[in-house]
């Protein structure tokens, strides 16, 4: 069965920089978008960013958009976010997406 496993979530502070990875398994990922999610506390869960099955195409939510930078690699089953200028609205759990799959999610702290 598809999994999804996140990691690469820990404390930084303001401005600091993480990279996160999400490592699928149980089936051929390259041809399906792959996208990261967030969920603040009292939140709702929003979107971050996306890539195309080639990893050609990317989108960003305008929050993230300079900052983080989403990549891709089909041979390793492996996509990542690097987030880069951290700010304390960028805590949150950060789930990695595949099309009606989901990740169990991966904290992300950003302490001023």
């Known amino acids: 069965q598809v999994q999804l496993v996140e990691s690469g979530g820990g404390l930084v502070q303001t401005g600091g920089s993480l990279r996160l990875s999400c490592l699928a398994s149980?089936?051929?990922?390259?041809?399906?978008?792959m996208a990261w999610f967030r969920q603040a506390p009292g939140k709702e869960r929003e979107f971050v960013s996306s890539?195309?099955?080639?990893?050609?195409?990317?989108s960003y939510a305008d929050s993230v958009k300079g900052r983080f930078t989403i990549s891709r690699d089909n041979a390793k089953n492996t996509v990542y976010l690097e987030m880069n200028s951290l700010k304390t609205e960028d805590t949150a759990v950060y789930y990695c997406?595949?099309?009606?799959?989901w990740g169990q999610g991966t904290q992300v702290t950003v302490s001023s």
């Open positions: 890539v195309s099955p080639s990893g050609g195409v990317s």
């Open positions: 997406q595949l099309p009606g799959y």
């Open positions: 149980g089936g051929t990922f390259d041809s399906y978008f």
